[in-house]
């Protein structure tokens, strides 16, 4: 089993950051891709960015040059295991409510969700 706990969600202006942070417990030494989906208000649940174990990162084409997806390295011992999401020139089109994502083994976690709300 594997916890993900995501923050740092809010209200910005259109052109400000923020910065999404996820911590994950439970196994998580063992995950293989982490990263971010968004659904808005009568949307789908889409992918935002994701980032492999090896450090291959994927971003939806509309984020691409805004948004910066890292993690922890969580090889050593104890270390702990993140994602985050710098979220730069912020448009009213990114609100949403963020999800945090990993799969291990094939199956698929995810947080409870954050929401990011850009005001025009």
């Known amino acids: 089993q594997v916890q993900l706990v995501e923050s740092g969600g809010g209200l910005v202006q259109t052109g400000g950051s923020l910065r999404l942070s996820c911590a994950a417990s439970?196994?998580?030494?063992?995950?293989?891709?982490m990263g971010w989906y968004r659904q808005a208000p009568g949307n789908q649940r889409g992918l935002v960015a994701t980032?492999?174990?090896?450090?291959?990162?994927?971003?939806?084409?509309?984020v691409k040059g805004r948004f910066t997806i890292s993690r922890d390295n969580a090889s050593r011992d104890n270390a702990k295991n993140g994602v985050y999401l710098q979220m730069d020139s912020l448009k009213p089109e990114d609100t949403a409510v963020y999800y945090c994502?990993?799969?291990?083994?094939?199956?698929?976690?995810w947080g409870q969700g954050t929401q990011v709300t850009v005001s025009s």
């Open positions: 994502y990993a799969t291990v083994s094939g199956r698929d976690y």
């Open positions: 439970g196994a998580s030494r063992s995950i293989n891709v």
């Open positions: 980032i492999a174990s090896g450090g291959r990162t994927n971003y939806l084409q509309s």
